[in-house]
Nanobody, 125 residues
Framework: QLQLVESGGGSVQAGGSLRLSCTVS?????????VGWFRQPPGKEREGVGV????????YYTDSVTGRFTISRDNAENTVSLQMNSLKPEDTAMYYC?????????????????WGQGTQVTVSG
């Protein structure tokens, strides 16, 4: 059974950095097309942050994080990471990783089959 587990959340001051990791297990590599990162601020809907395609390593990001966030993958460790730099208070949210067997659209929650439990990111200042 496919499982995703996030780690690396925490509290940081504005301008700081955090690195989130998503460990994916129990899957057939060829069955997944993409692993995405989403976030849900308090009282708001879940929104797409970015995605990496498992076969090509192509990445896409929402406009608000472009240039600040970077998604990468480590095949040996079966992990997908989200490096977040120049963090802002508006980045405060619960962050989730999710996997999809289809390849588009990347930023719609309905397109993802499996989700992690989430990790909290809080940016102060």
């Amino acid at each position: 059974q496919l499982q995703l587990v996030e780690s690396g959340g925490g509290s940081v001051q504005a301008g700081g950095s955090l690195r989130l990791s998503c460990t994916v297990s129990g899957y057939t590599y060829s069955s997944l097309c993409m692993v995405g990162w989403f976030r849900q601020p308090p009282g708001k809907e879940r929104e797409g942050v970015g995605v990496i395609h498992t076969r090509s390593s192509t990445t896409y990001y929402t406009d608000s994080v472009t240039g600040r966030f970077t998604i990468s993958r480590d095949n040996a460790e079966n992990t997908v990471s989200l490096q977040m730099n120049s963090l802002k208070p508006e980045d405060t949210a619960m962050y989730y990783c999710a996997s999809s067997h289809s390849c588009a659209p990347w930023d719609r929650t309905y397109n993802y089959n499996s989700w992690g439990q989430g990790t909290q990111v809080t940016v102060s200042g």
